[in-house]
């Protein structure tokens, strides 16, 4: 699975639109960083606290797609969402991650 982290983030102030957008991508990196952490303990054989850290993930990505549903934070639901054996899940939001960008390469390996 490939997740896409992006570190541009603009300057506060900006306009409410673009508060959104900060919003989401701040979101999107924590839920990538949580995801990563998920990752690290469930190599480690820490299964309950891998599950806390993938909720952390899920509910910070879920958030992100509110303030955005850009293909980004909803291609990165999506793989948080197959961590979790949510398979059909995972797919609608690889789905609609190719809908929002037609060529995003993540959702596309992904999907």
Not at 14 to 24: D, F, V
Not at 60 to 82: Q, Y
């Amino acid at each position: 699975m490939q997740m896409v982290i992006v570190a541009d983030v603009p300057s506060a102030g900006e306009t409410e639109g673009m508060k959104a957008h900060r919003s989401a991508n701040i979101r999107n990196n924590l839920g990538v960083a949580l995801f990563d952490r998920a990752v690290s303990k469930q190599e480690h054989g820490q299964k309950d606290a891998a599950a806390r850290c993938f909720g952390c993930a899920r509910a910070e990505l879920e958030r992100a797609v509110t303030a955005l549903p850009d293909a980004r934070s909803l291609n990165n639901l999506g793989v948080v969402k197959w961590a979790q054996r949510e398979v059909d899940g995972a797919k609608r939001c690889f789905d609609r991650a190719l809908e929002a960008e037609r060529d995003h390469a993540a959702a596309t390996f992904n999907a």
